[in-house]
């Protein structure tokens, strides 16, 4: 089956430790995203990349690094300068069909800084 | 920059009611509108798109939207609702002049009482 998945599903970490998010799609899109979702905030875009080795800042990119060296992965860094990484995070891929984007929902990662 | 705006943070109906979420755009030209429903601790899977064809949008589930250039609107309705359609619900918006970039609501909560 195709599809996006994101490990690990639950994700503790200290403050002041980085922790990579993994997201790995087997959908053969071109394009990727990381999404962090709040509360009553809805889904913000931290960054996208439309192709490999390229990546563009999002909405909320500080704190966070990203890295596109294959077409299938697209790990999402949170390091110790994001205050508040306490979060839900998803990862997206798109393909674009006749003008627009359609995007695909990875399950999330649950991150809790303790 | 578009943006959407989804009134009621919190809807609640009975079961066999009909169910209508509110959403309103702001774009200087039509976008693309797509919904989206999440289940808890889940990823968003799409229930429908609005591409410029047709203005009544059926999508999966039973559920449909009509965009309504007038009104800046595409509020998402199903006639009957039922228990497992409790879940939270995001509209989105693109530019039809390309670009990857989705932006989202803030979300509404549906809950489904007996």
């Known amino acids: 089956d195709g599809g996006i998945t994101q490990s690990p599903k639950y994700l503790f970490r200290k403050e002041g430790q980085n922790v990579t998010l993994s997201c790995e799609q087997n959908l053969n899109h071109d394009a990727m995203y990381w999404y962090r979702q709040d509360p009553g905030q809805g889904l913000r875009l931290i960054y996208y990349s439309q192709i490999v080795n390229d990546f563009q800042k999002g909405d909320i990119a500080e704190g966070y690094s990203v890295s596109r060296e294959k077409k299938e992965s697209f790990p999402l860094t949170v390091t110790s300068a994001q205050k508040n990484p306490t979060a839900f995070y998803l990862c997206?891929?798109?393909?674009?069909?006749?003008?627009?984007?359609?995007?695909?929902f990875g399950p999330g990662t649950r991150l809790t800084v303790l | 920059a578009q943006s959407v705006t989804q009134l009621g943070s919190h809807v609640s109906v009975s079961e066999g009611a009909l169910v209508l979420l509110r959403c309103n755009y702001s774009s200087s030209v039509p976008p693309y509108l797509f919904w989206y429903v999440q289940y808890p601790n889940q990823g968003l899977q799409l229930l429908l798109k609005?591409?410029?064809?047709?203005?009544l949008v059926k999508g999966i589930n039973g559920f449909e939207a009509e965009f309504k250039k007038s009104e800046t609107s595409f509020h998402l309705t199903k006639p009957s609702a039922h228990m497992s359609d409790a879940a939270e619900y995001f509209c989105?918006?693109?530019?039809?002049?390309?670009?990857?970039?989705?932006?989202f609501g803030t979300g509404t909560q549906l809950k489904v009482e007996l």
């Open positions: 989105a918006v693109s530019p039809t002049g390309g670009g990857n970039k989705l932006t």
């Open positions: 609005y591409t410029s064809a047709a203005t």
């Open positions: 997206a891929s798109s393909i674009e069909r006749g003008g627009y984007n359609e995007q695909f």
